[in-house]
């Protein structure tokens, strides 16, 4: 289990234009949010969606960026932790631990991702050369599910459930889609240079691939990822 508390400079150095990464990255949807404001509390168990936000609650979220997911709690929800396409990047030991030390017995702790669905063909192949120049260990990437094994590991939290998501296609065009991966840490902190090598890559595939070739609008596939997990 890694015990490096260091913020990783991608993160650290990655994510400066927010108004860009605004522009380009999915919001999340209702029903996921609904999903999150149940599992945080069984004090919400046969209530209304309009009364999630009838009680007084503290709620910590953890590497919330530009609030992207934080605009969407903006009611009041029960105590607990979340942490919105993040959890990945610091999932180590110490930071655990952190968690736990703040959270009350029996809190909630809620992790959310979306995730492009690499089950089409050419989303696999973006994201597979996107990969060949990929700047990001595995020890952070959320696809080798490290940060699942720092969760599992410790004894002080219990899994309680695991839930995927259908995502709505999101409608782009071929540059907006070459300019939503130009926001991604691992390309933003590539040289001038190779930035534009990769780009003009991910665009001559969207050209050439018999599924987006042509194509006005390309509907990008995702999926919604939910963990919950308790403090015991």
């Not at 508390?5 to 650290?12: I, K, N, P």
């Not at 209702?30 to 309009?50: A, M, P, Q, Y």
């Not at 110490?94 to 959310?112: C, F, T, Y």
């Not at 240079?193 to 987006?212: M, N, S, V």
């Amino acid at each position: 289990m890694s015990t490096d508390t260091r913020l990783h400079a991608l993160v650290r150095d990655g994510f400066t234009d927010g108004a860009r990464y605004d522009k380009h990255r999915p919001t999340y949807t209702d029903e996921s949010i609904t999903w999150v404001l149940r599992k945080l509390s069984t004090n919400f168990e046969g209530l209304h969606e309009d009364d999630l936000s009838s009680s007084e609650c503290d709620i910590l979220e953890l590497g919330a960026g530009t609030g992207l997911f934080t605009k969407s709690l903006s009611k009041m929800i029960p105590e607990g932790i979340v942490a919105a396409q993040s959890f990945h990047w610091f999932a180590n030991e110490k930071a655990l631990s952190e968690m736990l030390r703040v959270l009350k017995p029996r809190g909630n702790i809620v992790l959310i991702w979306n995730i492009e669905d690499r089950r089409t063909d050419w989303v696999k192949a973006l994201r597979e050369v996107y990969n060949r120049r990929e700047l990001i260990p595995e020890t952070v990437s959320y696809y080798t599910f490290k940060w699942k094994e720092v969760l599992n590991n410790d004894g002080g939290i219990a899994h309680q459930e695991s839930k995927t998501l259908d995502y709505p296609s999101q409608g782009y065009t071929a540059d907006g889609i070459v300019e939503m991966y130009s926001t991604l840490s691992g390309i933003t902190q590539m040289s001038p240079d190779d930035k534009q090598c990769i780009l003009a890559e991910l665009r001559d595939l969207l050209r050439t691939h018999p599924d987006t070739a042509g194509k006005e609008t390309l509907y990008l596939p995702r999926y919604t990822d939910l963990e919950h997990y308790i403090k015991l």
